[in-house]
């Protein structure tokens, strides 16, 4: 039935890059004669997800929507993928994203358009735009996102689906491809809180694989997600409801909190001075680690590789003109041709966004930048970090918006990065102090479209949030 609803629909929607049929209808055969059998079944027995596609998963292409790994087969697959398929889920294809998860809107991607299925004018949000317009569109009901400053949560948002990002080092980052190491997490993304508490469960726990994994027992989710939260404190950051944030998604959460109240819980005002800087922190840190990470991918080791012939070729040409010139100096700065293979090949495999971030990140860590920048950032993340330590003391969740808007028109800030940075506002925070946050569909703008609200909880409080989610 999924297969028939991606085969229907996924020419309008651009959510997977690749459908699995006949792996997943093998491993759903299989699982079936598990269950004839009596065999004892996973915790997600045939039900079919979808995987974005920066999880290295073993024999399938894993491309990060990138010309740079459009070819690229993985020797082996990611704890997360093996979780899976050790719970007895169906994967069913890898979904589109912005390329290497840099982006808002999916757009970013080169391998593939994705809209949003509740008009297919606009953007599904991104970087999990394929994962979040899936499930919308009601293709998959369990679908993998990775979130490194609000890449789950803004397209939840945007398609009306619930999406987690877990604490940092609750799911382990095994076989996933960095983007920025310290932020990035991989969370469940599903239609219903309920949903979520099960695939989280089913895809957490300590993995010595990965140096950055918490070795804390996994809670049960999926037992307590119907257990009510008695006097449950809720605090609402004053930064959150000022400039920049639309009129619509205003009202939908504060109607969303109104609805928390009359079942008992109290509303805290507080505040998050440093919230302000969380932008600015984050488009420091992130490319700066990106700009680090991304150096694998050489055309040697890993990716993309230019035309070797031609490359050599223009190389002569232009000692050619050096020479012929006598140009002494030019011709010593010549590249060899082993740094133009690296050149060429990265120049033509990354697109514009990722390049824009590796010089950002270049610039920001090099001597002489690296105090003012960098490290300040560094210095500001701990501010943040403590602005939350503070205000858990006197709340059990922050509740705010998801994203400052609703999903936008498809093209409207392609040219303004700033601005498509700025859909950021709420999230990134999150990702810098490392603790879980959710967004829950809470309502719809006034043209009918979905908002989010954005949960966020201690760390390692994924159950106060799926609880207060349900
Ligand atoms: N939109 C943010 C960025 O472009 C977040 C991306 C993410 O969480 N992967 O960096």
């Not at 929507?65 to 459009?70: G, H, R």
């Not at 490194?148 to 996933?176: D, E, H, M, N, W």
């Not at 040697?300 to 050096?322: F, N, S, W």
Request: hydrophobic content about 40%; proline content about 5%; overall charge negative.
């Amino acid at each position: 039935a999924c297969l028939d609803r991606i085969r229907q629909h996924d020419s309008q929607i651009g959510a997977f890059l690749k459908v699995m049929d006949d792996k997943a209808l093998a491993k759903a055969e299989q699982v079936d004669k598990k269950r004839k059998a009596g065999e004892p079944l996973g915790k997600l027995a045939g039900v079919p997800v979808a995987v974005k596609d920066l999880l290295c998963t073993e024999g399938e292409v894993t491309t990060c929507a990138s010309k740079m790994l459009e070819n690229f087969v993985p020797p082996y697959s990611s704890t997360v993928i093996k979780k899976l398929e050790e719970a007895d889920a169906v994967i069913i294809g890898k979904t589109n994203m912005d390329e290497f998860a840099m982006g808002g809107s999916t757009e970013n991607s080169a391998l593939g358009k994705t809209r949003n299925p509740w008009d297919t004018s606009l953007v599904p949000g991104g970087s999990s735009g394929g994962a979040a317009a899936c499930l919308a569109a009601q293709m998959v009901p369990l679908s993998i996102g990775t979130d490194t400053g609000g890449s789950i949560r803004q397209p939840a948002s945007f398609c009306g689906v619930v999406g987690l990002k877990p604490t940092y080092g609750r799911v382990s980052r095994f076989g996933l491809i960095a983007f920025a190491s310290s932020l990035d997490q991989i969370g469940p993304m599903a239609r219903t809180a309920e949903d979520t508490a099960l695939f989280l469960e089913a895809i957490s726990g300590h993995d010595p694989a990965d140096s950055t994994s918490a070795d804390v027992a996994c809670p049960l989710f999926s037992k307590t997600v119907d257990q009510p939260l008695e006097g449950l404190r809720i605090g609402m950051v004053k930064e959150h409801f000022g400039e920049g944030l639309d009129g619509d998604v205003e009202k939908a959460v504060r109607e969303a909190v109104k609805v928390y109240e009359s079942l008992g819980a109290k509303v805290v005002d507080i505040s998050l001075p440093h919230n302000k800087y969380g932008i600015a922190t984050y488009y420091i840190i992130a490319p700066s680690e990106a700009s680090s990470n991304l150096a694998r991918f050489d055309s040697a080791h890993y990716g993309h590789r230019c035309d070797e012939a031609t490359m050599l070729a223009e190389l002569e040409e232009e000692k050619a003109a050096l020479t012929a010139a006598g140009d002494e100096v030019g011709l010593k700065r010549m590249d060899t041709s082993l740094i133009r293979m690296y050149r060429k090949s990265r120049a033509e495999g990354f697109g514009p966004e990722v390049k824009r971030r590796i010089m950002l990140g270049t610039y920001t860590l090099s001597a002489g930048y690296y105090d003012a920048y960098y490290l300040k950032a560094l210095k500001v993340r701990r501010l943040i970090r403590e602005d939350y330590d503070k205000a858990f003391k006197s709340v059990d969740l922050i509740v705010g918006p998801t994203a400052p808007n609703p999903a936008f028109a498809a093209g409207s800030k392609t040219n303004d990065p700033l601005a498509m940075y700025l859909e950021d506002l709420y999230t990134v925070t999150a990702n810098l102090a490392g603790i879980p946050a959710i967004s829950v569909p809470c309502g719809l703008t006034g043209s009918g479209l979905p908002v989010g609200m954005h949960m966020q909880a201690p760390a390692l409080e994924e159950d106060r949030l799926l609880r207060a989610a349900q």
